[in-house]
């Protein structure tokens, strides 16, 4: 059902987020269809390799809160990589808040530094999915110290 959906309305978003809901629920978390669904629709997917962010961005949001790269085996180049297609498509600081988010949770100092550096005071804390403004606090110390660290936890 989910694939006839994708074909005849392949840009509706809510068809990728149910499925990502379906394939995430506690009852029956599947990690590696997740994966798989997150990839082909990065490489089939309307927008894009973008729909890889959005994807794990939703699953995140709905159940990881921050353990995205543990729990749900997002992989952060591929993460990366979509969230720099999503802004080249939809530049917004909303977008560039949620990269910056993924960033500091995939421990990638120099890419949360830079993002935090370019959002300044417009850091959109709705988008990020866990911890809110204490952990954009953390965020912000851990991006700017002298010496890289290991990523933080929630």
Known sequence: MVAEGL???PAYYPIFFEHTVDLTSKAGADTAA????????????????SM???????????????????????EWPLMRAAFDDLLRRYPSDWNKSGYAYFACVAGDQAVARRLLAELGPRVSLDAWSAGGQSYLKKCQRWA??????????L
């Open 7 to 9: 074909r005849r309305h």
């Open 34 to 49: 997740l994966a798989q669904f997150a990839k082909q629709a990065g490489n089939s997917a309307q927008d894009g390799q």
């Open 52 to 74: 890889y962010a959005r994807i794990y961005w939703y699953a995140d949001w709905s159940q990881y809160r921050g353990r995205l790269f543990i729990d749900g085996k997002a």
């Open 144 to 153: 700017n110290p002298a010496e890289k660290q290991d990523g933080i936890t």
